[in-house]
């Protein structure tokens, strides 16, 4: 949370500001309505339970399966609702590489499930969390396009500051319930057991805030971009997902010892999702 509040002050106090006008940081705030401010915190609040939801599902089902299946569900929803919030891209290709990317994601789940044959319970909760993770993942963007669309709307790193906000203002009773009633079946743990966490822990983590909301930012910032629109701006920073999945397949190596039938799925959901990822991205250069 720390990291994300002051990544996006950073960076709407420095390049939030270059070169003024209606857009810069402050000014843009103080010109913005309530109604666009509460769309940019729902977003940021909607984006912490389903961040929430993803953490659990890599715990049970692995970075190799909860990112392809849970994101990539996020980017069918996200780029379906962006869209019809501000169609721009060459439908065609959006819309053809968005079924690519499930069929990635169907492949995934079966991998998946091939190799927790002998564990079928947890097999169904993992892909089931990250089912809703991808759900709520896919909601929480077309709510800052809202934000950044219409009169008295916010800019890329204004909007970037009330979402984090919404991520604070979720975090503290969210991140409660959910240390009391693990979805991952461990034993449930208190607030001040975080505390006792060591310093380089918490330094880590607000590193990985300002890396994750700088990231975000430029994401807000090319979805501003009248070429590129919320939609493939959106669907082009699921791209995370391929890496997620690298690493969870060749660095910790999730499918190793995972039967044939299992692995021999993997390389045709790298490519669908790829090809699929490849035609979202030059959509909006195609008229």
């Known amino acids: 949370m720390i990291g994300i509040v002051l990544g996006s002050l950073v960076w709407g106090f420095t390049l939030g500001n270059w070169g003024g006008g209606n857009l810069s940081f402050l000014s843009n705030i103080s010109q913005a309505d309530s109604r666009h401010m509460f769309f940019a915190v729902a977003g940021g609040a909607v984006f912490n339970v389903a961040n ?17 299946v849970g994101i990539g569900l996020a980017l069918v929803v996200g780029v379906l609702l962006n869209y019809a919030i501000s169609p721009k ?8 590489g968005m079924a690519l990317v499930v069929l990635a994601i169907i492949l995934d789940a079966l991998a998946y499930r091939r190799r927790e044959s002998e564990r079928r319970s947890i097999s169904v909760r993992g892909i089931w969390i990250s089912i809703f993770c991808g759900v709520l993942m896919g909601i929480f963007y077309p709510l800052v396009t809202k934000a950044v669309t219409g009169e008295h709307s916010l800019g890329p790193y204004s909007v970037a500051f009330f979402f984090a906000l919404g991520v604070v203002l979720c975090a503290i009773p969210v991140n409660w319930l959910f240390m009391k009633k693990p979805l991952t079946g461990t034993p449930p743990v208190n607030m001040s057991q975080y505390f006792q966490g060591k310093t380089a822990w918490h330094f880590w983590g607000v590193i990985g805030g300002l890396i994750w909301c700088t990231g975000t930012v430029f994401n807000f910032v090319a979805s501003h971009a009248q070429m590129v629109g919320p939609a493939v701006s959106y669907a082009i920073g699921q791209g995370a997902t391929m890496v997620s999945a690298v690493w969870g397949v060749f660095i910790w190596k999730e499918f ?8 021999k799925l993997i390389p045709a ?6 090809l699929g990822l490849g035609s979202i991205a030059i959509a909006p250069m195609v008229k």
């Open 256 to 263: 190793a010892s995972a039967p044939l039938a299992s692995r």
């Open 269 to 274: 959901m790298f490519i669908f999702f790829l």
């Open 89 to 96: 891209g060459h439908p065609g290709l959006l819309f053809g």
């Open 52 to 68: 929430l939801l993803l953490v659990a599902a890599i715990d049970i089902a692995g970075l190799a399966v909860a990112f392809p």
